[in-house]
């Protein structure tokens, strides 16, 4: 049982670090074309996630290979049943990382706002089918005995599309932030004022997401029945609202890490609501895919449990490294 919990925790530790990390980036490459109007902003752009993007994908991996081998028949049942989403996201993420590293082979006007648009597109649409993904796993997908009964067009059902946006807007948001801190004047000063607007429009499709969670989802739950819990949401709520605070004080750095906590605690909010399901069956919550009936065997999560003790420490070290030695502004930075 301990080590079932542990790989829950940090399971769903592991997706939101990369939503945090990650989420600016995607964020940086959906206000591209809005921002950057002319080459030496589009340059800023892309020099502020620079260094750190890359590195921002390992917890991807990380949390997919978690998923595959804590609880390989939820990762199976995941991967088929979103199998399109995941493809248009790996596709979108490949598309990112080409335009970033072969926008500047060319010189040609023609070439360069082909991968401009590839750096949108590929940050637009993980963004997006990553919320659809993950509000159809919070809401339950269409499973039974019998195996799968939906496509594509069924996950594609209101409340995942209202998390697809929900995801999208606090990716925008912390990517504003992010500018805010890592542009110079000109640029982190459009960030920043753009960020109230920004941050008004995330907080009213959080507040949606919420109400309809507790409301129209199984959600509630585990909230009900524990309401200690409800301070993962309040939690949420606090830092959401802390983000303004900052923004009105012009105070960019406690903004983005207030940011920061917003993403996980939304997140948590979600798998807090989950246990102990990874997958629930909105058709048969018996046929729901639980850390009882998807984990691998006790002696493996053991092997793992040790293997995380020693190199998750490695990667955060790692990583904090990497931001402390980039924590100044690019040079030639708008």
Known sequence: MFYLITWFILWGVLWAVYFMLDGFDLGVGILYPFLGKDEAKRTAIRASIGPVWDGNEVWLITA????????????????????????????????????????????????????????????LVPAFLFGVAFGNLFRGLPIDAQGSHGSLLTLLTPYALLTGVLFVTLFVTHGLLWLAMKSGAG???????????????????????????????????????????????LLGVASLILIRVFV??????????????????????????????????????????????????PYTLKVMTVVAVIFVPIVIAYQAWVYRVFRGKPSGTY
């Open 187 to 233: 640029l982190g000063e459009t960030a920043l004022r753009r960020a109230r607007p920004a941050w008004l429009f995330s907080a009213v499709v959080a507040v949606g997401f919420l109400v309809w969670s507790a409301l129209g989802t199984r959600l509630a739950g585990n909230y009900l029945d524990r309401p200690i819990w409800l301070a993962v949401p």
């Open 64 to 123: 997919g290979g978690a998923t595959f081998a804590a609880f390989p028949s939820a990762y199976a049942t995941l991967f088929s049943e979103l199998y399109l989403a995941m493809l248009l996201i790996l596709f979108g993420l490949i598309i990112r990382g080409v335009s970033l590293e072969f926008r500047g082979k060319g010189e040609a006007p023609g070439w360069r706002r082909l991968w401009d648009a590839g750096f949108f597109v590929g940050s």
């Open 248 to 297: 009105s004080k012009n105070r960019p750095l406690a903004a983005f890490l207030a940011s920061c906590a917003t993403i996980v605690f939304m997140v948590f909010t979600g798998f807090v609501g989950l246990f102990p399901n990874l997958i629930p069956s909105r058709l048969d919550p018996e046929s729901s895919l639980t850390i009882f009936n998807a984990a691998s065997s």
